[in-house]
């Protein structure tokens, strides 16, 4: 079971691996030329954040980093969707934020299907909003797969393997 800093390394590891992939695949059809110099250096920091978040997220389920980090941007958005009136969607949000504590720690949060349910949202919603470029969310759902399989792998659930115990000498 990796920590705090070892689910980061991680995530970077990997993201740096996806990002080669994206890059390789823009390069092809030469899609980058689409994208002002704004877009490339926004967008693949976007992506390294996205993909940072998801490699904590697993976590939200017990006392850590990423509990404390999703937390806190929950309380904050309940508080704009209340001060805005927007009552419904601000009981939504705490109902969602609440269901990762019900559970047990390494529960369902540790599970390959949460991986893909999760960040689907990035997917999903840019679909149903700009239905002129339905996959305009797939580098970003990508982005927090890549990231919450770095936390599965970094905590032996997709390989499992034997840690080392140091010995003091």
């Known amino acids: 079971m990796a920590t705090y ?9 990997f993201y740096g ?3 080669g992939l994206l890059v390789f695949v823009f ?4 899609a980058y030329a689409r994208f002002s110099t704004l877009e490339l250096v926004a967008y693949p920091l976007a992506l ?10 697993p976590d939200v389920d017990t006392n850590s980093v990423g509990q404390n980090l999703f937390y806190t941007i929950f309380f904050l958005a309940d ?3 209340i001060a805005t009136k927007n009552f419904e969607e601000a009981a939504y949000l705490g109902l969602f934020a609440i269901l ?8 369902w949060t540790h599970t390959w299907w949460a991986m893909l349910l999760i ?3 990035l997917l999903l919603l840019p679909y149903l909003f700009f239905p002129e470029r339905p996959l305009s969310g797939l580098p970003f759902y990508g982005a927090a797969v890549v990231g919450y399989f770095s936390h599965l792998f970094m905590d032996g659930l997709i390989i499992p393997f034997k ?5 003091a000498r």
Not at 48 to 57: Q, R
Request: glycine share 14%; hydrophobic share 50%; charged share 20%.
């Open 163 to 167: 840690r080392r115990r140091r010995v």
């Open 48 to 57: 390294f954040g996205l993909c940072l978040m998801f490699g904590l997220w």
């Open 119 to 121: 960040p689907s949202p």
């Open 27 to 30: 390069m092809v059809d030469a």
């Open 100 to 107: 990762p504590v019900l559970g047990k720690h390494r529960g």
């Open 79 to 81: 508080v704009v969707l």
């Open 5 to 13: 800093r070892g689910h980061i390394a991680g995530a970077s590891v």
């Open 17 to 19: 691996l996806y990002l």
